[in-house]
Every structure is written in structure tokens, then in C-alpha cells.
């Protein structure tokens, strides 16, 4: 089972910031928290991943809190294309495959 | 970016029939791929992963024998919808890792395949 929480749906105005909040209250010391997102009837597309350390890269920026049972993903000017499906999962790196959970639907609304 | 195909991207076949999906990782060597399966408007289901040189993992409740995966090479791991009805009738999406990055993150994802049924 998915070890992480999301809102079913949320909006955001286009050249706005888009917040998606997950809970990952259950998340293990070795495990780090993977963000990707979905557009439909695509393959998922990987967003950024971090461990414990705010990571920002060309597409989003990633706010782990401190006790790491949750995290955000920035989407710092949100755009029409960045209508999605994102999922946050929690997850380990090399040969553990990613289990993903129900996700948050984004629409940018222009 | 690594990137992984899908081959075919849609397939509509008859009912018993068999359908082959194959899935390759174009730029990097992959051990260990992962084939997903996503009906409409749900999530993305782990179905097995897909070991090189040796037998597949199923998750709980898929059918080995219904879904047999081969994974020759580094580069290609096949998916056999065998006797396929109407309620297999789904998008398949496979994904991999590469193998020569230690502790790999990042899954890259194929375009997947929409297989329909009749």
C-alpha cells in the first residue's frame, strides 16, 4: 500500500505558484520522497526526490519539514501544461520499484 | 534524459488471443525493469518486476502465468498478455533504473501501451 496522503484534486491560476502538500507520517530513516507527475495517457515524468534537504531543480522545488513526515512540491509559475496528475511517493533508490498512490490532480487554470 | 520505449503504443486484439508488449531502455543498461498497469482514472498498479537473466517477481493477485515477462538483455524485457479478455483491456507501462548508477533515483518511465480487448 501507498504510504503517502494527498488531496484528491486541487487548482492553481495560471503564473501562480502551485502547492501540493503530501503526508508521509510513516516514512523510514533510509527512505527518500519522490515526486512525479502524470499527464494523461502518458508515462509518468519524474519531478525531483530529496532525503531530508529542501532540493530545487529547472522544474520544482521540493520542502521537506524537518521531522520529514511531510513535504511540498513548489511549482514556482504554474502553467497550462503543468495540468497533471502528481504523486508523491516514498520509496528507496537502486532495484525497489516505486509504489505509487492515488496523487493529486492539478488543473491550471488559466 | 535516459529514455525507455514502448512498443507497440496501442494494440486492440480478439479475445483469447495473445498480445506482446515490448518495453527498451534506449540509452542505458537496466537489470531490473518494472511493468505497471493503469485503468481509467486510477493509479498506477505495480504487476512484477522484471529480473535479467532470471524469473520475474509478481505482486500479490497477478497471474504469472497469464502475464509472462522475459527479460533477455540489459536493454529489452517483454510482457505476453496470453489468452487476453476484455477485462485485461488496459494501459501497461513499464520502467527501469539505470543499472550502472550506484543506488539509482531516478525510474524513467515508458510512453506506454493501451491495449483494448474486443
Same mark, same amino acid.
Given at each position: 500500500?501507498?504510504?503517502?496522503?494527498?488531496?484528491?484534486?486541487?487548482?492553481?491560476?495560471?503564473?501562480?505558484?502551485?502547492?501540493?502538500?503530501?503526508?508521509?507520517?510513516?516514512?523510514?530513516?533510509?527512505?527518500?520522497?519522490?515526486?512525479?507527475?502524470?499527464?494523461?495517457?502518458?508515462?509518468?515524468?519524474?519531478?525531483?526526490?530529496?532525503?531530508?534537504?529542501?532540493?530545487?531543480?529547472?522544474?520544482?522545488?521540493?520542502?521537506?519539514?524537518?521531522?520529514?513526515?511531510?513535504?511540498?512540491?513548489?511549482?514556482?509559475?504554474?502553467?497550462?501544461?503543468?495540468?497533471?496528475?502528481?504523486?508523491?511517493?516514498?520509496?528507496?533508490?537502486?532495484?525497489?520499484?516505486?509504489?505509487?498512490?492515488?496523487?493529486?490532480?492539478?488543473?491550471?487554470?488559466? | 534524459?535516459?529514455?525507455?520505449?514502448?512498443?507497440?503504443?496501442?494494440?486492440?486484439?480478439?479475445?483469447?488471443?495473445?498480445?506482446?508488449?515490448?518495453?527498451?531502455?534506449?540509452?542505458?543498461?537496466?537489470?531490473?525493469?518494472?511493468?505497471?498497469?493503469?485503468?481509467?482514472?486510477?493509479?498506477?498498479?505495480?504487476?512484477?518486476?522484471?529480473?535479467?537473466?532470471?524469473?520475474?517477481?509478481?505482486?500479490?493477485?497477478? *497471474?504469472?502465468?497469464? @502475464?509472462? &515477462?522475459?527479460? #533477455?538483455?540489459?536493454? !529489452?524485457?517483454?510482457?505476453?498478455? /496470453?489468452?487476453?479478455?476484455? *477485462?485485461?483491456?488496459? @494501459?501497461? &507501462?513499464?520502467? #527501469?533504473?539505470?543499472? !550502472?548508477?550506484?543506488?539509482?533515483? /531516478?525510474?524513467?518511465?515508458?510512453?506506454?501501451?493501451?491495449?483494448?480487448?474486443?
Amino acid at each position: 500500500d501507498a504510504k503517502t496522503t494527498q488531496p484528491p484534486s486541487m487548482d492553481c491560476a495560471e503564473g501562480r505558484a502551485a502547492n501540493l502538500p503530501c503526508n508521509h507520517s510513516t516514512i523510514s530513516g533510509n527512505e527518500y520522497v519522490y515526486w512525479y507527475r502524470q499527464i494523461h495517457s502518458q508515462g509518468p515524468q519524474y519531478i525531483i526526490h530529496g532525503l531530508k534537504n529542501n532540493e530545487t531543480n529547472e522544474m520544482a522545488s521540493l520542502i521537506i519539514t524537518e521531522d520529514r513526515k511531510s513535504s511540498t512540491l513548489i511549482l514556482p509559475h504554474a502553467t497550462l501544461r503543468d495540468t497533471a496528475v502528481y504523486y508523491c511517493i516514498v520509496g528507496r533508490s537502486g532495484n525497489t520499484p516505486l509504489v505509487f498512490g492515488k496523487g493529486t490532480r492539478l488543473s491550471v487554470i488559466a | 534524459g535516459a529514455v525507455v520505449s514502448q512498443h507497440p503504443s496501442r494494440v486492440i486484439c480478439k479475445s483469447g488471443t495473445s498480445v506482446k508488449i515490448e518495453c527498451r531502455s534506449l540509452d542505458f543498461q537496466a537489470t531490473t525493469m518494472f511493468w505497471y498497469r493503469q485503468f481509467p482514472k486510477k493509479s498506477l498498479m505495480l504487476m512484477a518486476t522484471s529480473n535479467e537473466g532470471s524469473k520475474a517477481t509478481y505482486e500479490q493477485g497477478v *497471474e504469472k502465468d497469464k @502475464f509472462l &515477462i522475459n527479460h #533477455a538483455s540489459l536493454t !529489452l524485457s517483454t510482457l505476453t498478455v /496470453t489468452s487476453a479478455h476484455p *477485462e485485461d483491456s488496459s @494501459f501497461y &507501462i513499464c520502467s #527501469a533504473r539505470d543499472s !550502472l548508477v550506484a543506488g539509482a533515483h /531516478t525510474q524513467y518511465f515508458g510512453p506506454g501501451t493501451r491495449l483494448t480487448v474486443l
